[in-house]
Every structure is written in structure tokens, then in C-alpha cells.
């Protein structure tokens, strides 16, 4: 089983710029779809953006023209850069893989305030 670890969360102000990663414990080539959740407490986990292994992507329409997913199934990593953050992106970030038993990682946390 595969498990996943969250980094490169932060507080920047409304505006600003971060990236997360999401570093597997093993190979990622044969998972095929990869996601980025996020959670804010009293709300349900909300799916953000998820990549499929032949690049295809999909973002959650608060994600659109701001967020951009990808993956480097050479070094197990997939990543989230965030453009334009606003403070309701104030969550803790989750990868995972939909639809398999890897486990979810730990979460990051992201803090957009100013």
C-alpha cells in the first residue's frame, strides 16, 4: 500500500502564491487517478483537482484558472500549484487516490489571510 505525505503549505496573504506536493512512499505509475482534497472544519472534504495517469485533469470550479495539477510519476511526486489565493482557500490540503486502499496522507495546511 502506497502512502502519501503532504508539504509546502503556509500562510500567505489574499493574493499570493504556494505549492504543494504530494510525495508517495512508492510508485505512483500504475495508480491511476491522483486527487488533492481539502477540508475546512464543519464542512464536508471537498475535492480540488485530480490528474489521471495519462494527464487528463479536473478542477473543482473554485479551482478553475487559479489551481494547476500535475504529476512526475518518475519521483512519485504530484503537485498543486495555487495561483491567486484567496482566504477561502483556508483549508488543509489532502492527496489521495480515489477508488483504490492507499491510504490519505496527513494533510497540509493552507492559510490565506491578511
Known amino acids: 500500500q502506497v502512502k502519501f505525505m503532504e508539504s509546502g503549505g503556509g500562510s500567505v496573504r489574499p493574493g499570493g502564491s504556494l505549492r504543494l506536493s504530494c510525495t508517495a512512499s512508492g510508485s505512483i505509475v500504475d495508480i491511476y487517478l491522483m486527487a488533492w482534497a481539502r477540508e475546512v472544519p464543519g464542512k464536508e472534504r471537498q475535492l480540488v483537482a485530480s490528474i489521471s495517469s495519462t494527464g487528463a485533469t479536473y478542477y473543482d470550479d473554485d479551482a478553475k484558472g487559479r489551481f494547476t495539477v500535475s504529476r512526475d510519476n518518475a519521483k512519485n511526486i504530484m503537485y498543486l500549484q495555487m495561483n491567486s489565493l484567496k482566504p477561502e482557500d483556508t483549508a488543509v490540503y489532502y492527496c489521495?487516490?480515489?477508488?483504490?486502499?492507499?491510504?490519505w496522507g496527513q494533510g497540509t495546511q493552507v492559510t490565506v489571510s491578511s
Open positions: 489521495y487516490a480515489p477508488g483504490t486502499d492507499h491510504s
